[in-house]
């Protein structure tokens, strides 16, 4: 059996929050929320979080 690598795209949404860090989410993936003192770290934490979210749900979405 052969995998093939597909492009997803997700929308993040990004806030300050009181502590003047960044709270990271992608609406799509529940619970995929992450946080991020500077906007860049907020960013290379959502998109780690993705890709775990992924993996965790990908067998959910394979058949057999």
Not at 15 to 44: F, I, M, N, Q, W
Not at 50 to 59: D, N, R, S, W
């Amino acid at each position: 059996m052969s995998l093939k690598k597909t492009a997803l795209q997700y929308y993040i949404t990004y806030e300050r929050d009181a502590r003047g860090g960044y709270v990271a989410s992608a609406p799509a993936l529940p619970g995929c929320v992450v946080y991020g003192k500077t906007l860049p770290a907020a960013h290379r934490n959502i998109t780690a979080a993705i890709a775990e979210c992924l993996e965790v749900i990908q067998p959910d979405y394979c058949t057999n």
